[in-house]
């Protein structure tokens, strides 16, 4: 048998970010294609206090460990990593499934350690934690899926064998229908997800010739005419309010370059926010130090540059046939994320493997 897991949040209220829409697509497109579905639930969160959250972990042990006795030796198991609350002992879970004759994937949604190397609010005794647990974790699986090439350079300085990397390329967007993105005429940016100052602290910096309209939660008014806010829509909706010529794949609070966590795991991560884009038949703009920024060249589906500063001029230059042919290469691409093609070819590898 064929199994992926699927974790429920006994308290989840239903969230408004893209985060979770990447989890559910992985999700749907396994279960299209075989796999059924390894539902494993995590107790509500309540309070925050350390014996909380122990007896959270250990309840979450349990959970897991009851789960993952009912899988047999030949069954496959895709884990969706990290668990949606970190499981810190999922690793030694994994290594005696893997010992039993189950074969473990891993499908990489995050790398937290990663991502946490450069934000100082985290203690280096977590990050240790952290890269335990995905150590662990990679060591007991046969295939672990990375987003791309330079993530995988990344793993490979980890210890990872490259026997065991198959890389996605780029998050699928599922979508019930196509989407018609609007175009208002003052070739402007949509910005989508996070809009607090540790994700969006540029827009403050934003010049005032480059049009914005953005979407999602964080948002504190800057006053200005050349910033646009529509609201927050959950994701399956976004794309039917999205109005503008170009999806923005940016983070932290700098416009002359990727800054702080966030923006340092763009060099290795594949933002689900590019995915949202080009599932919407838009352009993308990112930064040219991001490991997307490859793909975005190789495929011509938008524009890969150093600052934000240079983009009203950038823009402005765009003939019509650059923008249309852009656009057009950005539609080919979305309509292969709206059908999951790249998880497809993922499974595709997997399954010739056994």
Known sequence: MRYVTNEILMDDPGQKNAGGKARNDVLAICCKN?????????????????????????????????????????????????????????????????????????????????????DPSVSKILIRRLRQMEDQSFKAASVIVSHNSRMTAYLLSRGVDRDKLIE???????????????????????????????????????????????????????????????????????????????????????????????????KYNNPHKASLYLAAGLPVIIWDQAALADFVLEHHCGLVVTSLRELPETIDRLSDSEYSFMKKNAEAIGCRLRKGYYSERVLQKIASRK
């Open 34 to 118: 075989g796999y059924k579905p390894l539902n494993l639930q995590w107790q509500p969160l309540g309070n925050r206090t350390i014996i909380h959250l122990i007896k959270l972990q250990y309840a979450a042990k349990r959970e897991y460990k009851s789960k993952f006795q009912q899988l047999k030796r030949g069954d496959t198991l895709i884990v969706q990593f990290p668990n949606v609350r970190y499981l810190f002992s999922i690793g030694k879970l994994l290594k005696a499934i893997s010992h039993h004759g189950v074969d473990v994937v891993i499908w990489i949604h995050d790398i937290p350690s990663l991502r946490s190397e450069a």
């Open 168 to 266: 996605l390329r780029l998050f699928d967007y599922l979508l019930a229908k196509d989407p018609v993105v609007k175009r208002d005429g003052r070739s402007s940016v949509i910005v989508a997800g996070n809009l607090g100052k540790d994700k969006a602290g540029y827009l403050i910096q934003i010049p005032d010739a480059l049009n914005m309209n953005l979407y999602g939660e964080g948002f504190q008014s800057l006053g200005r005419d050349n910033i646009v806010y529509y609201g927050s829509f959950l994701p399956e909706e976004l794309t039917d309010h999205l109005v503008g010529d170009f999806g923005l794949v940016w983070d932290g609070d700098n416009i002359d370059g990727c800054t702080g966590a966030f923006g340092n795991y763009m």
